[in-house]
Structures are given as structure tokens and as C-alpha cells.
């Protein structure tokens, strides 16, 4: 290994082209470069050792249901429930059985280029998929909880094949053609849960960002529809769009 150049032993790093007697072997090399090198691919190493592990543990609820016969297992969440003006968006997921993606999480702990691109991979590799938008109007009309079911109904209704099975993040949904169970924080503990969360938020994200060419004082296009204080401001000085939430505060309080 002693023959090889700083350059090319980098090479052989980033492609894992390398054995365990080689490694071994550089640990002895008395270049400065060799060992900064070696530092970063262990640092590496490392990471990906905690995503192969996290990974596995959000495959903990699948793996049961698979155990139990199921065969496709649908994830639940929605993305828009505290936001004082847009939709809400719920999502349902099947993933394929074996499907791996390392670094899936529950879409909030993730970028917005991660989440995009994470979306684009699910939804091409998915058994099937179902994204139900639900207006601001319907929210007020039956409050927001309400307007989450529904969402999620519709959402699973647009499955094909239907599931074995659901997880659902935290809202529990009665009477339905199969089996269901809630969990709370789904999202950080069920892969299925964590696919549907990265679609509903994409989703949502996406209106939000059409939302925002139309009425761009709220800034909608960074804050999503939250009650940031720049957003809070607008209302006060423009008033409410057709999109805000009238049944929500401050916005209750800025048409009374």
C-alpha cells in the first residue's frame, strides 16, 4: 500500500474497493494525508453503522405484522394540523417487502432536498400509494380532527391492492376493512409511517408554495401556513386570504 499515492488510496475509500489487511496496512503508513483519510472513512463507517441500525429499528412494527401474515402493510400520517391557513394532506403508504431507503425518517427531521428526493423514491417504488387533500372551508365546517380522519379515510381508500394492515400515526381510526393500530410518534418508529409523512409534507409544501404566488404577504412559501410572527403581522394588515382558517386564532379573532 506503501507504493500507492495519497490520490489513490482516496479513490479506493470512496468506492469501498479496499479489505480489512489493506486498512490495516495504512494504519502503519507514516503520511499525515493517509491518516486524515483514514479518519474520515471510519468517521463514515460509523455513520452508516447508526442508519443500518436505525433503520432497523423502525422495521420493528413491519417486521411483526409480516410475522403475523400480513402482507402489505400500509403506513398513515398527515402534514398540516396546526397551520393557521392551507390543508390538511393525510398519506398512505405500502412499501414493498425487503424495501430499504437508509436515513428515512419522520419527515420533519429531514431537509427539504432530502425530503424531496426521499419523496420521489417512495413514491416510484411503492406496492401503492393514496394522498387526500382537505380544504381550509371543510376544516372549519368540522374542525380539524374531523378533517384528519377524513383525510386519512380518503387517503386509504385510494390504496390498490388494499392493505393487510395499518399503522397510523397517533390518530386511531374505528371501522375500518382491516386491521389498524395507532402509535404514538409513529412517524420516528414505522418506515411506512416515515414514507407517508414525507408524502403528505411534500404535498403539502407544494400547495403552500402555490398558495404563496397568489398571495405572497404571508410569506406562505417559508412558513407554510404556521403562525410565524411575520405571518401574524400580515394578517393584521392585510386581513385574512380565502385560505386561512376561519375557525382558527388568531385568525377567529382577526375577522370578529
Do not use: W
Not at 374542525?143 to 385510494?158: C, F, P, S, V, W
Not at 412517524?187 to 404535498?203: G, L, M, P, R, Y
Request: aromatic share 6%.
Amino acid at each position: 500500500m506503501k507504493g500507492l499515492s495519497i490520490a489513490e488510496i482516496k479513490q479506493m475509500l470512496e468506492m469501498e474497493s479496499i479489505s480489512r489487511d489493506q486498512l490495516s496496512s495504512l494504519q502503519n503508513d507514516s503520511r499525515k494525508g493517509v491518516h486524515k483519510l483514514l479518519k474520515g472513512y471510519e468517521q463514515k463507517q460509523q455513520k452508516m453503522q447508526k442508519m443500518e441500525q436505525h433503520f432497523a429499528d423502525m422495521c420493528r412494527f413491519e417486521e411483526r405484522c409480516y410475522g403475523n401474515g400480513c402482507e402489505r402493510i400500509a403506513g398513515m400520517d398527515e402534514a398540516g394540523r396546526g397551520p393557521l391557513a392551507g390543508p390538511v394532506v393525510a398519506a398512505a403508504v405500502i412499501l414493498p417487502k425487503g424495501f430499504k431507503l437508509l436515513g428515512l425518517d419522520d419527515s420533519k427531521q429531514l431537509n427539504e432536498r432530502k425530503r424531496n428526493e426521499f419523496y420521489t423514491i417512495i413514491k416510484n417504488q411503492a406496492v401503492s400509494y393514496g394522498i387526500s387533500v382537505v380544504t381550509n372551508e371543510t376544516i372549519d365546517q368540522v374542525n380539524i380532527y374531523e378533517a384528519t380522519k377524513l383525510a386519512m379515510r380518503d387517503a386509504l381508500g385510494q390504496l390498490d391492492p388494499s392493505p393487510d394492515h395499518v399503522l397510523i400515526d397517533a390518530v386511531p381510526l374505528n371501522n375500518l376493512p382491516y386491521t389498524s393500530e395507532s402509535i404514538t410518534k409513529g412517524d420516528q418508529k414505522s418506515i411506512s409511517i416515515a414514507a407517508a409523512s414525507i408524502i403528505a409534507k411534500v404535498t403539502r409544501d407544494t400547495i403552500m408554495k402555490k398558495i404563496h404566488n397568489d398571495f405572497p404577504c404571508y410569506a406562505f412559501e417559508s412558513n407554510m401556513g404556521y403562525g410565524t410572527r411575520q405571518h401574524i403581522n400580515a394578517i393584521g394588515e392585510y386581513g385574512i386570504s380565502p385560505f386561512h382558517r376561519k375557525s382558527f386564532e388568531p385568525v377567529k379573532h382577526a375577522i370578529s
